[in-house]
């Protein structure tokens, strides 16, 4: 499995980026996927979900600003985040195929993407 990720990038608080995850050698249509981040000095956290079917879920943190979504024609998971903050500045990691159960994403038997940082700053 690969996957590439990109549109991360430097933004002024308020504003919007949308990130992309492309997958390959993965059928992506039967799969739940993931959005993390890690800020400096932190663990990893999940902020969003989407399932096979279109489930999504979200940390609270980002609910009403950030929104995930998925494209199977073109293998694609992606994650609009708006009005962002400053503690909205990590790297992005998007995870696919991790197993979704009982309301709870699991990452462990996904791939993981190389990482976009995101930095919102004045």
């Known amino acids: 499995v690969q996957l590439v990720e990109s549109g991360g990038g430097l933004v002024q608080p308020g504003g919007s980026l949308r990130l992309s995850c492309a997958a390959s050698?993965?059928?992506?249509?039967?799969?739940?996927m993931a959005w993390y981040r890690q800020a400096s000095g932190n663990q990893r956290e999940l902020v969003a979900v989407?399932?096979?079917?279109?489930?999504?879920d979200y940390a609270d943190s980002v609910k009403g600003r950030f929104t995930i979504s998925r494209d199977n024609a073109e293998n694609t998971v992606y994650l609009q985040m708006n009005s962002l903050k400053p503690e909205d500045t990590a790297v992005y990691y998007c995870?696919?195929?991790?197993?979704?159960?009982?309301?709870?994403?699991?990452?462990?038997?996904?791939?993981w993407g190389q990482g976009a940082q995101v930095t919102v700053s004045s």
């Open positions: 995870n696919v195929g991790g197993q979704y159960f009982l309301g709870r994403y699991d990452p462990a038997f996904g791939s």
């Open positions: 050698g993965i059928i992506f249509r039967d799969n739940a």
């Open positions: 989407i399932t096979s079917g279109g489930r999504t």
